[in-house]
């Protein structure tokens, strides 16, 4: 039998929770954290119940944090007063396995259990993957080598052995669904479903048919019973794309499967437990939306417990010599075609770019290549004119001209020239550089001299 410390310091609280696991479990039953500590000393729990509220110096958030110090592998459940949404929240950050609301729901809570020491049995067979990510590795599938990269994959390592929901923040295009299957390959729940739902895919109809089912003759074209994508990743992991785009009425549902653990198919008045961890993404400002009154706060509170932000392609320009040339392998191949390699610079044009559709935009930008290139070799001719490639002064718009009055000082002609140009490129400096004749360097030395940074100069 599993042995399962309970720490609660109402003598009734503690006695009825013992009483509900005797027979099944062997349980230590202890009142603060002092007395919790002479338990673990004296047997080390498979898992561990506190309350977050406890007599004396410490709580049970010094609890949790102790243990996952001593003994990551156990885990935790924190219990709560009814409200304290922001302790719970804390206490997943600290690694908590998952938390309860007061009063208890014994339902819920015996199937918390259940499912918590199932993943600590579970959990060894993760643990490779957790060691690779928090060695600063990237899973299979993910390309970079960026410290803001690594950084993110580290903290994959920490949040994938415990239930907390994770939002993944970043633009369209960074790698945010690579990051969800890596929390699920490095979770206990691998053995299980990952279930994948573009929220802003489905018309608002059917989106609750498809993350909750529906019961036959619940609207038209419901012929026959339906499980959703929840029953489906029941023991496993659902990943909501685009959360941004849930209205309101399916938020509120959502925030009840956070909760409670259990949903209601559309015509149905059953309840039905769910044992599912929540990964949600967007590239939308949810605080913003909440602000403008958009978005339930109560919702966006408890899907932010752990944020994730992916970065940028542009703020890990080091990797794009890889991600390039893995993309150039991999539609040579798809395409039968023979092609080796870049120019040098052709690879300079690349990295320069701003990449506002990021990995999406290159990968689709080297495919382009490939199909095109006359050659084994991409070269600038091959890159599409909004990258910067292949774009010459003759290539600009029939009367794109540049007036500069007689007698313009040079300093000015130059600058008139320079910021113009940059304009006519719509502020892709590496394109401006080429119709310029001058290095990118040099147009980034002249853009400071002129007041301006990097970034602003687009502007």
Excluded at 112 to 130: K, V, W
Excluded at 360 to 386: W, Y
Aim: aromatic share 4%.
């Amino acid at each position: 039998m599993a042995r399962i410390l309970i720490v609660e310091d109402e003598r009734n609280a503690r006695e009825a929770l013992g009483e509900v696991f005797s027979g099944k479990h062997d349980v230590d039953l202890t009142a603060d954290v002092d007395e919790a500590r002479a338990a673990i000393e004296q047997n080390v729990p498979d898992l561990v119940l506190t309350d977050v509220v406890l007599p004396g110096d410490r709580d049970g958030l010094d609890l949790l944090r102790e243990l996952k110090t001593s003994h990551p592998d156990v885990p935790v459940i924190v219990m709560t007063a009814y409200g304290s949404v922001e302790k719970a929240v804390r206490a997943m950050r600290d690694g908590a396995h998952d938390f309860l609301e007061k009063p208890l729901d014994l339902s819920r809570l015996r199937n918390l259990i259940a499912s918590s020491l199932q993943s600590r049995e579970a959990a060894p067979a993760t643990a490779d993957a957790r060691e690779r990510l928090a060695r600063g590795e990237v899973p299979p599938g993910f390309i970079g080598s960026a410290p803001a990269v690594l950084d993110i994959f580290r903290k994959v390592a920490k949040v994938a052995p415990t239930n907390a929901t994770v939002l993944i923040l970043g633009e369209s295009g960074t790698g945010k669904e690579l990051v969800a299957e890596a929390i699920h390959r490095a979770s206990p729940r691998v053995a299980n479903a990952f279930v994948k739902v573009n929220c802003a895919a489905l018309p608002e109809g059917l989106l609750e048919s498809e993350l909750f089912g529906h019961m036959k003759g619940s609207f038209t074209g419901a012929v026959k019973d339906r499980a959703g994508r929840f029953e489906a990743a029941d023991g496993g992991t659902i990943f909501l794309d685009e959360v941004g785009e849930v209205p309101a009425h399916t938020q509120v549902k959502l925030l009840r499967v956070l909760q409670a653990r259990e949903i209601e198919r559309v015509g149905d008045n059953v309840s039905r437990a769910v044992d599912v961890r929540m990964v949600a993404a967007t590239n939308g400002d949810l605080e913003e939306a909440v602000r403008r009154g958009g978005y339930r706060e109560d919702f966006y509170f408890r899907l932010k417990v752990i944020t994730l932000r992916m970065p940028a392609l542009r703020e890990r320009r080091g990797d794009i010599p890889a991600l390039a040339d893995h993309f150039r392998v991999m539609y040579a191949e798809r395409h039968e075609l023979t092609v080796t390699g870049f120019t040098d610079e052709a690879m300079a044009v690349l990295r320069g770019y701003d990449w506002p559709g990021n990995v999406r935009e290159l990968e689709n930008t080297v495919e382009a290549a490939v199909v095109l290139s006359d050659g084994e070799i991409i070269g600038l001719d091959e890159l599409p004119v909004e990258v910067g490639g292949g774009q010459r002064v003759e290539d600009l718009p029939d009367g794109d001209v540049i007036r500069i009055p007689a007698g313009t000082p040079l300093p000015e002609a130059e600058k008139t020239i320079i910021l113009d140009t940059l304009q006519r490129t719509s502020g892709n400096k590496t394109a401006a550089a080429r119709i310029l004749g001058i290095g990118l360097r040099t147009l980034y030395r002249k853009l400071e001299q002129y007041g301006y940074d990097a970034e602003d100069a687009s502007a």
